[in-house]
Nanobody, 116 residues
Framework: QVQLVESGGGLVQPGGSLRLSCAAS????????MAWYRQAPGKQRELVAE???????EYADSVKGRCAISRDNTKNTLYLQMNNLTPEDTAVYYC??????????WGQGTQVTVSS
């Protein structure tokens, strides 16, 4: 059974930092392209950052320079370090594991709220 379990979300003040984690099980983690998506209330789910199985990364323009995605294939875990957070970063953050363009697994999400 495939599981992607996100953690690390919470309430943080503007300018603060958070590190999200996604623990994967039931997949050969190193074979998957991993990504973080987010969905704010009333908005569509959007890509935040992606890391391929070869370690190539891609970021949304809105988070470039503030976020860093990484993966630890020995721990089957994906990370997202987020710095200098703003209220616009408030959303549910989801972990995604994809081995093709047509099939992916999703986690249940972790809430990030940026507010003073």
């Amino acid at each position: 059974q495939v599981q992607l379990v996100e953690s690390g979300g919470g309430l943080v003040q503007p300018g603060g930092s958070l590190r999200l984690s996604c623990a994967a099980s039931g997949i050969i983690f190193s074979m998957y392209t991993m990504a973080w998506y987010r969905q704010a209330p009333g908005k569509q789910r959007e890509l935040v950052a992606e890391v391929t199985r070869r370690g190539n990364t891609e970021y949304a323009d809105s988070v470039k320079g503030r976020c860093a995605i990484s993966r630890d294939n020995t721990k089957n875990t994906l990370y997202l370090q987020m710095n200098n957070l703003t209220p616009e970063d408030t959303a549910v953050y989801y972990c995604k594991a994809a081995i093709s363009s047509t099939f992916a697994y999703w986690g249940q999400g972790t809430q990030v709220t940026v507010s003073s």
